[in-house]
């Protein structure tokens, strides 16, 4: 009983971060039709930039201020140059071209910065809390990550629905030629949901960072969980984004903690076939699926 | 694929220009092939009979990529699914390769068609998940295979060997080319062999009504299924048949690199393949000839620049690496039907004069 509450306490943690990756996805997604397959290898360049800075005895929040605001700048940095002259070309072309950037983002980091494991600082204890006399697999720190994934998805939440900058957003994802003659500037919108994507994917990269190490790939895997969070989902829906993230951080947690670690990345295979089998578009999507 | 450019290009030749009947190609598609081919293995085999053990060596490995790649175009380019895990299929062969070698003593024919009908039963499988998906989430469960694969090898290491994977021992070349006949030589002469009759076979498939099927899909499947084309047996064939090709280039990887283990099939090897046939030019089998002699020579460049540099290997692969992603990129921007395309405008230009 103890071991399975420490696997779901350590899943909902999980699942948080897989969460704010989905999300990030699923705003690019929303907004361009492309998947980002680039988006765990840009948070994992704004956490080197976190980390440079820590190194210099900068004060942990600044350092990670800083790196949220360089996932902005990256975010449309990267829609502007790459994403912008290849927008109206087939999905083939944008999924090489962000797969482009993350083979190069990973190789340019192991070059400037070295392929060996980092330890990340986290700003609170990472040692579970005490309750009574059993300590529980829940830290400071990762009610730190639940919380800054919450804030960060209420916040994208109230700008997208209660915001004339969020209609706009929405109606540039939806109908860009209605919206064109409407006034809406749709390609700056279009750079704003692709920096508040890389926003959100920083975060992630930042809270778990401490856990996994900082190394060129260390975001691969979890940019995988986070892909099939947002598919378990419905790559159209933030809300099947948390959903998904919270179901794939606790069958992960259940699956690495009774079956072994190392068959984790299985477990999410296993879970994406099955549950893709079943709903092609997801969980929270109604597309058609193609007959076999 | 096929530009306007290509059409506008190709209609108005004048008669007069054709070379002369002693020269053209027969007009049988298999036949015409065939011919193509042994005049390149004769090439290839001077070739191969002079150079040394390394460049043998590097032959080999080119011509195994070639093969995986030219698999790779039967299914992206000419039937619109891609794969961002056929690394996995690739190490999928290896491994048969590898377990057949320990466990028993057959024909070295026998292991490789062995380890390309595992592989295609596995392709199989995933094609028959794949044809129900389209872009992202077919590129994202290929993506999800190949990260999980290795950890199976890991997971059950009684059978895979684990992290230290499965030795595999090089091949003797047959006594009767003499004792002294290099070990690569003879690897290298079995692999330029596979490549050109799986370039043949595959170059005879798009030509024909399977072919023409394939590409009915790609374009556009609902037409495609009105003309009767069964869509998704002819994704899963695709798939089939991508993945047999896989099979074989992980065979002769196995042969090649003398050991099979996790750490041989990265996600990055997958990234490596498809960096392969977009640069080569996606869509043409030649392209993917171009997309081999690439990942070979630049991973080759790069560990040179490394060495030459005073760098540590790592560096250099990261720089091969860092070269893929900027060519993806680059390729996709400004140059979108890669080597082949620039190749064939080249021949355009040249026979116009």
Not at chain 1, 152 to 165: D, I, Q, S
Not at chain 1, 196 to 222: E, I, Q, R
Not at chain 2, 204 to 217: D, E, I, K, P, T
Not at chain 2, 308 to 333: E, Q
Request: proline letters at 4%; one cysteine or more; charged letters at 10%.
């Amino acid at each position: 009983m103890h071991r399975f509450v420490s696997f779901t306490l350590d899943g909902i943690t999980n699942g948080m971060i897989y969460a704010a990756v989905a999300m990030a996805l699923v705003l690019i997604w929303r907004a361009t039709r492309i998947v980002n397959f680039a988006q765990g290898a840009m948070a994992m360049v704004t956490t080197y930039v976190a980390v440079s800075l820590v190194d210099r005895h900068v004060s942990y929040w600044f350092a990670f201020t800083v790196a949220l605001v360089a996932g902005l700048v990256l975010g449309a940095l990267v829609e502007r140059t790459l994403i912008r002259p290849v927008e109206n070309k087939s999905p083939l072309v944008h999924i090489i071209v962000t797969l482009g950037l993350l083979v190069a983002l990973e190789a340019g980091a192991g070059l400037i910065w070295g392929g060996r494991f980092r330890s990340f600082p986290a700003p609170f204890s990472i040692v579970g809390l005490k309750v009574g006399r059993s300590q529980i697999a829940l830290s400071p720190f990762d009610i730190f990550t639940i919380a800054a994934v919450v804030v960060v998805m209420v916040g994208l939440l109230v700008l997208f629905h209660r915001t004339a900058v969020g209609l706009r957003m929405r109606a540039a994802a939806f109908e860009p030629e209605v919206a064109r003659l409407l006034g809406v500037r749709v390609g700056r919108v279009l750079t704003l949901g692709w920096a508040l994507a890389a926003l959100a994917g920083s975060l992630a990269g930042l809270l778990v960072a401490p856990k996994l190490f900082l190394y060129p790939n260390n975001m691969d895997a979890v940019l995988v969980f986070g892909f099939t969070a947002a598919i378990l989902g419905g790559l159209d829906s933030p809300v099947g984004a948390l959903v998904g993230g919270l179901v794939i951080g606790l069958s992960l947690s259940y699956v690495g903690g009774y079956l072994g670690s190392d068959t984790e990345s299985i477990g999410a295979f296993v879970i994406l076939i099955v549950v893709l089998m079943v709903r092609p578009g997801g969980l929270f999507t109604r597309v058609n699926p193609r007959r076999v | 694929m096929t530009t306007p450019t290509d059409r506008r290009a190709a209609a108005p030749t004048p008669v007069n220009r054709r070379p002369p009947d002693w020269l053209r190609l027969p007009r049988q598609t298999l036949l015409r092939h065939l011919l193509l081919a042994v005049v390149v293995g004769l090439l290839l085999f001077w070739l191969s009979d002079n150079v040394g053990a390394f460049t043998d060596l590097q032959l080999s490995n080119v011509a195994a990529y070639a093969i995986a790649l030219a698999g790779l175009t039967v299914l992206t380019g000419h039937n619109g699914q891609l794969s961002l895990g056929h690394g996995a299929f690739i190490a999928i062969g290896a491994y048969s390769t590898g377990l057949i070698l320990e466990h028993t003593s057959l024909p070295i024919i026998v292991v490789i068609l062995a380890a390309m009908g595992v592989t295609a039963v596995a392709g199989a499988i995933v094609g028959i998940a794949a044809a129900r998906l389209r872009g992202p989430y077919l590129a994202g469960a290929t993506l999800a295979l190949a990260v999980a694969l290795p950890s199976v090898a890991i997971k059950w290491s009684s059978i895979f060997g684990g992290e230290q994977g499965i030795t595999v021992n090089p091949l003797a070349p047959p006594t009767s080319l003499g004792l002294a006949f290099p070990p690569e030589r003879w690897v290298a002469w079995l692999a330029l062999l596979a490549a050109l009759i799986v370039l043949v076979l595959l170059a005879n498939l798009l030509r024909s009504r399977v072919g023409r099927s394939f590409r009915a899909v790609r374009d556009d499947e609902i037409a495609a299924s009105l003309a009767g084309v069964h869509v998704a047996r002819t994704q899963v064939l695709a798939f089939v048949v991508s993945a047999a090709c896989a099979g074989v280039a992980g065979a002769f990887f196995a042969f090649n690199v003398q050991l099979v283990a996790p750490a041989g099939f990265p996600l990055t090897l997958s990234i490596a393949l498809v960096t392969g046939i977009v640069v080569g030019g996606i869509g043409s089998l030649v392209g993917a000839v171009w997309g081999g002699i690439l990942l070979v020579y630049l991973n080759q460049e790069a560990t040179d620049l490394a060495k030459h540099f005073h760098v540590s290997a790592a560096a250099g692969a990261n720089g091969a690496l860092l070269a893929y992603g900027v060519l993806l990129i680059a390729v996709m921007l400004v140059f979108p039907d890669g080597i082949q395309g620039g190749v064939r405008r080249l021949v355009r230009l040249v026979t116009r004069q």
